[in-house]
């Protein structure tokens, strides 16, 4: 069974920074790629970034590129979301997730991330 640990999150002000980590653990070898997704109150999961293990590619939501930055963590299977520059809107819990095939087929239990103006 694979799982997923999520560390980092907390409470920051507008135009700070935070890094959030999750590495994952058990069969994990077929794996292509890690991610982050978040949910605020009200509204739906929506994607913010991934990583791809073939080729390292970064994809990211609009509404982020810029500001965050997802990298793998010392070869493991783990990724790391650096996010500078937060905004208010950026208050979700944020959710990891590993993907095999075409499939987000494992999430972590999400941690709380609030930015207050």
């Known amino acids: 069974q694979v799982q997923l640990a999520e560390s980092g999150g907390g409470s920051v002000q507008a135009g700070e920074s935070m890094r959030i980590s999750c590495a994952a653990s058990?069969?994990?070898?077929?794996?292509?790629?890690m991610g982050w997704f978040r949910q605020a109150p009200g509204k739906e999961r929506e994607f913010v970034a991934s990583?791809?293990?073939?080729?390292?590619?970064?994809t990211y939501a609009d509404s982020v590129k810029g500001r965050f930055t997802i990298s793998r963590d010392n070869g493991r299977i783990a990724v790391i979301l650096q996010m500078n520059n937060l905004k208010v809107d950026d208050t979700a819990v944020y959710y990891c997730?590993?993907?095999?095939?075409?499939?987000?087929?494992?999430w972590g239990q999400g941690i709380q991330v609030t930015v207050s103006s």
């Open positions: 997730a590993i993907k095999y095939s075409t499939e987000w087929a494992y």
């Open positions: 990583l791809s293990w073939s080729r390292y590619r970064q």
């Open positions: 058990g069969p994990t070898r077929t794996s292509v790629a």
